[in-house]
Structures are given as C-alpha cells and as structure tokens.
C-alpha cells in the first residue's frame, strides 16, 4: 500500500481508533483521560474535535487523511472531489459545533442542508476557516507535519496566542478554497478567483479534475480517495450518498414511530 500506516504517527493512531470503535459507541471510561471526540468518519477522512488546545472557543477540528500521506503536494487533480468533500464536511461539523455552542442560532440550524444556496456558502465562509498549515510551519500544539490534515475553526479564533497564530497566517496557511482554485486554474485553463463570493464552478465538485495535453492524450492521476470519481457523469448530485453522513438504519414497522434523524445522529458523536 502506497501510503501505510506509520508505527508512531499520532494521527494514524487516531485513524486506527476511530476504526475500532462503531459510530455512537459509548465513552470507555479507561480511555476517559486521553480521548479525542471522533466527530466524523468515512472512507477517506476521520475528523476529531481538539478538546485539549483549541485554537476558538466555538469550535476546532482536525480533518485527517486516513492514508499517512505526506503533504498537499502529494495531491493531484483527480483529488479535486476530495477536497471539495473535505470542504463540505467541514462545514458541516462545524455549523453543528457553532448550533451547540449558540443552540438558539438558526441559521445552522439545518447542518443536514445540502451546501446548494450561494448565500449559504457565503455566509459560512465568513463564519469559518479551513485549510492546511504547510510545513515547514505547523501548529505548535499539533506538531504533525508528515501526516495530512486540514485545520478547520469557528471564528474567531479567540485562544490562539501570537506564537501559535504564526501557523495560522498567510505565509503558512493554505485555504481549501484556495488550493482547489488554483488546481482547477491549471488543469481547466479558466481564471478561477476563489474569494467571499462563490461562483457557479463552486457547485461542481469533479470540476477541473481530469487533466490533459493540447493534443487529446489524457494525463490525470490516480486519485488517492476511494470516492467514485467517474468525472464523466459532469455535476454531481448535491444529495448523492458521498455528501451525507452515514445515518443509522430506521427501521419503521408497522405501529412503530417512524424515527426522523436529527442532526445528532447524523452526525455521531463518540469518543475513543
Ligand atoms: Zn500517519
Ligand atoms: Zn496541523
């Protein structure tokens, strides 16, 4: 396998965890001292809630490749669905961190919402950060540099002191907004601005993704994700199964109540 796990790795370890244990296990009082809150887990991600050191008050999560892949420049233009994943899952945990944090809040009051209205996006962008800290810098309080993950917190990021917000800052930090704009600029040929105002090439995840030379002869990558890239499909249905989070069987029998998922078992919240 291309990218093993690493013996050491903190965050492979963590991928390992969130494996071991099913969504919505309860705590396991041994672990109680050192557990990271696994908010989210697919295929290609586990996402975990930093407890110990966050960076806002509202809210900070670490997207983690579950591959031990190196660094961003590892990723090619079939990851672009990737990315764009990894983007509206983070989102997503983090309007449901910001409902918890202000339950009386309504505009994130429907996480399960497919990310469709512009105005939404909008908004979100002004409310959230996500993005990667490129090595050699590294958050101080996460010293991972050769294992993949995004940073993503709710603004605004009222515990992060001086020393640590060096990470932080635009000589380090690399917005996903950003790195998926400028993957899509050199495969698509197009001006791709990414900015608070988000255009119709926002709505198309696999767009950008296939590469090529003047001539015809197709150079895309293996992508690195296990996400159904069949980029000739074009636009990707905003309700397809990639985008939602795996919600537990309902079982509906006759006389029973038919159960309506609520954002909390939606989104499985389980420490390990
Ligand atoms: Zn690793
Ligand atoms: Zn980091």
Known sequence: MAFAPKPGCPMCSIVSAGNSSAPGTPNSPTNAAKQNEILWRDDNFTVYRETACPVSSKGHIIVVFNLHVPSIYTLSSSDLPLLVTLRDVSHRLLSSLQTQATPLSSPAAH????????????????????????????????????????????????????????????????DIDDLIAEIREETSNNRVRSGVNPRPIDFVPGAG????????????????????????????????????????????GPGSTPTTPTADSAIPHLRV
């Open 111 to 174: 996480p399960q919402r497919p990310l469709t209205s512009a105005s939404r996006l909008r908004s979100t962008r002004e409310t959230f950060r996500i993005g990667f800290i490129t090595p050699p810098f590294r958050d101080n309080k996460i010293p991972v540099t050769d294992h993949l993950h995004a940073h993503g917190y709710v603004l605004p990021a009222d515990l992060m002191g001086w020393w640590r917000a060096v990470g932080y800052s635009p000589m380090a930090w690399y």
């Open 209 to 252: 993704a296939r590469r090529g030379t003047a001539d015809g002869i197709e150079t895309t990558d293996a992508p690195l994700g296990v996400i159904d890239t069949d980029v000739e499909q074009g636009e990707a249905n905003p309700t397809s199964p990639m985008l939602l989070p795996p919600t537990p069987t309902t079982v509906r």
